[in-house]
T-cell receptor, first 111, second 116 residues
Framework: DQQVKQNSPSLSVQEGRISILNCDYTNSMFDYFLWYKKYPAEGPTFLISISSIKDKNEDGRFTVFLNKSAKHLSLHIVPSQPGDSAVYFCAASGYGNKLVFGAGTILRVKS | KAGVTQTPRYLIKTRGQQVTLSCSPISGHRSVSWYQQTPGQGLQFLFEYFSETQRNKGNFPGRFSGRQFSNSRSEMNVSTLELGDSALYLC???????????????FGSGTRLTVV
């Protein structure tokens, strides 16, 4: 039972344009949502998070939007840069110090 | 400060063997969590240790076990290896005093296990 889903395995975007990565979840008990970025041969690195009591959180070029009624969140990257090319994981927490991850979306930013 | 260190980086084992992976968390971090990453499956939670006690456990068979030492270093053991155990095993550390995932973990670079 996948509680966190990233339905797009990959996304290709032109440099300078907006990248939008999507994530859906099924469990309404999740209280925090996080995005991680992963390069090959490295561990995931924390990017940005959002509490379930908010609908938007912004950090530089990265913004996460949360739509609780739709159980949907998205990560916007503006402007996209070639160095943003990586695998992006959406994750949710709500049960102790444990994260439930989506399967990941490969982002390719073309220059 | 030093990050999360996982050893070894790469490992090749034969079916039926057992393997032990090691994780040294960030100094001062008391919680260590283990995840398995396979293509298309994302990261699957194995277990979490806090102050030498297993605090959370995922849905993996009993062949997967772990422990944590008094210095917070953790080991993960997989017995009777199967081909399907081939994966990247990631360790993550956090302060963990209050169970929360909102600040995010710090992950190690992982151990790539290949079972042949």
């Amino acid at each position: 039972d996948q509680q966190v889903k990233q339905n797009s395995p990959s996304l290709s975007v032109q440099e300078g344009r907006i990248s939008i990565l999507n994530c859906d979840y099924t469990n309404s008990m999740f209280d925090y949502f996080l995005w991680y970025k992963k390069y090959p041969a490295e561990g995931p690195t924390f990017l940005i998070s959002i509490s379930s009591i908010k609908d938007k959180n912004e950090d530089g070029r990265f913004t996460v939007f949360l739509n609780k009624s739709a159980k949907h969140l998205s990560l916007h990257i503006v402007p996209s840069q070639p160095g943003d090319s990586a695998v992006y994981f959406c994750a949710a927490s709500g049960y102790g110090n444990k994260l439930v991850f989506g399967a990941g979306t490969i982002l390719r930013v073309k220059s | 400060k030093a990050g999360v260190t996982q050893t070894p980086r790469y490992l090749i084992k034969t079916r039926g063997q057992q393997v032990t992976l090691s994780c040294s968390p960030i100094s001062g971090h008391r919680s260590v969590s283990w995840y398995q990453q396979t293509p298309g499956q994302g990261l699957q939670f194995l277990f979490e240790y806090f102050s030498e006690t297993q605090r959370n456990k995922g849905n993996f068979p009993g062949r997967f076990s772990g422990r944590q030492f008094s210095n917070s270093r953790s080991e993960m053991n997989v017995s009777t290896l199967e081909l399907g155990d081939s994966a990247l095993y990631l360790c993550a550390s956090s302060l963990g005093d209050i169970p929360t995932g909102n600040s995010g973990y710090t992950f190690g670079s992982g151990t790539r296990l290949t079972v042949v």
